[in-house]
C-alpha cells in the first residue's frame, strides 16, 4: 500500500513533529546517591582491605 503525499503534507507532518517534541517536557534524572562508606560496616572494610593487600 502506497500513499502519495505533496511536498507541503510532508513539511506539515515534520513542523508538528517538531513541536510535540518541543512541548514534551523533560523530565530530570535524579542522579543515584553514590554509597557513603560511612554506612559500611568498619569490620566489613578492614575484610575489604585485607583481600585486596593479599591479592597485590
Known amino acids: 500500500m502506497q500513499n502519495n ?3 507541503d503534507e510532508i513539511l506539515s507532518a515534520i513542523d508538528d ?4 517534541k518541543k512541548e514534551k ?3 530530570p ?4 546517591p ?6 559500611i560496616p568498619k569490620d ?4 575489604i582491605e ?3 593487600k ?3
Open 54 to 56: 593479599n591479592k597485590s
Open 29 to 32: 534524572i535524579k542522579n543515584t
Open 17 to 20: 513533529l517538531q513541536k510535540i
Open 34 to 39: 553514590k554509597s557513603d562508606i560511612s554506612s
Open 5 to 7: 503525499y505533496s511536498v
Open 50 to 52: 585485607e583481600a585486596e
Open 44 to 47: 566489613t572494610l578492614k575484610l
Open 25 to 27: 517536557k523533560i523530565i
